[in-house]
């Protein structure tokens, strides 16, 4: 998949482009980089992603919302963001 970051603070272009490829249930990516072989281009801001990640918020609310825009495979994306795992934030580091 490839990805489009809006980062309007950001001037050096390439650095808002990232592609990511899933295989072997590794995520591999490489920042500044596109795939002419991409199912699918993810145009989205950092604090969606973010929400996304943390569970704070899912794919589908944040296209609905308009905060994220898919152009090519939809459903593709939306099994991608529903294989993340969960898992609780509160642990303890270090036990006494």
Known sequence: MNWV?????????D????????GNSVINHVIGKQSPDAVATITVG???????L???S??????DAGRL???G???AVLEFFSLMEGFPSN???VTP
């Open 46 to 52: 950092a604090e969606s992603v973010g929400n996304i």
């Open 15 to 22: 650095q808002n482009l990232a592609v990511t490829t899933l």
């Open 54 to 56: 943390l569970g704070n």
């Open 69 to 71: 825009t898919i152009d």
């Open 58 to 63: 899912t794919a589908q609310a944040e296209i």
């Open 73 to 75: 495979d939809v459903l």
């Open 5 to 13: 970051f809006n980062v309007t603070a950001r001037t050096d272009g």
């Open 91 to 93: 642990f303890n580091i």
